[in-house]
């Protein structure tokens, strides 16, 4: 971790449950970052299309972390 993170290997949305811990660390980095870069471009209309376009995509984001911690998280994981 803290090094740089190449954003398009998890363009496709990989399924995380195949993944061993290190690519599952890697994996919940780039996730957190696409959240920070989504949090620099919340809309100001919060009444707007674009803002629920933004907050859904959020939440999918906040909801695929949790996945990964998850993961992490069960005792026994060993990943693919």
């Not at 971790?1 to 990989?14: K, S, T, V």
């Not at 690519?23 to 949090?39: M, N, S, T």
Request: charge should be negative; proline fraction near 5%; include cysteine.
């Amino acid at each position: 971790m803290g090094g740089i993170i190449d954003l398009n290997r998890y363009a496709h949305c990989p399924d995380p449950n195949g993944m061993s811990r290190a690519e599952l660390l890697d994996y919940l980095d780039a996730v957190l970052a696409q959240i920070g870069r989504l949090d620099e471009q919340e809309p100001e209309d919060m009444d707007s299309e674009a803002y629920e376009d933004w907050g859904d995509r959020h939440e999918a984001l906040e909801d695929l972390a949790d996945e990964i911690r998850d993961l992490l998280d069960e005792p026994a994981y060993s990943g693919g």
